[in-house]
Nanobody
């Protein structure tokens, strides 16, 4: 059974940085060929996709995080990362990783990791 485990969240002041990790288990060799993404869900809002990284090719970012967030992956470790710099209060949300597939996702959702940006 595939399991996604997100970690690295926490409380940070505006302008600070965090690095999130998403470890996938049970995917076997599939992980390396699946495009992955980071999503976030703020209180009272729908979950949104903020960054994607294909198995090959260029990364993409939502306008709200472009220039501040960087997505990367280590297929040998079945792990996806999200480096978040210059954090803003509006970045406060629960962050999740998954594989975007059309309007849905490839895997079951993990528990997410809470990011709170506050002074």
């Amino acid at each position: 059974q595939v399991q996604l485990v997100e970690s690295g969240g926490g409380l940070v002041q505006p302008g600070g940085s965090l690095r999130l990790s998403c470890a996938a288990s049970g995917t076997g060799s599939i992980f390396s060929i699946v495009g992955m993404g980071w999503y976030r869900q703020a209180p009272g809002k729908q979950r949104e996709l903020v960054a994607t990284i294909p198995s090959r090719g260029s990364t993409n970012y939502a306008d709200s995080v472009k220039g501040r967030f960087t997505i990367s992956r280590d297929n040998a470790k079945n792990t996806v990362y999200l480096q978040m710099n210059n954090l803003k209060s509006e970045d406060t949300a629960v962050y999740y990783c998954n594989g975007p597939r059309g309007a849905g996702v490839v895997f079951d959702w993990g528990q997410g990791t809470q990011v709170t940006v506050s002074s």
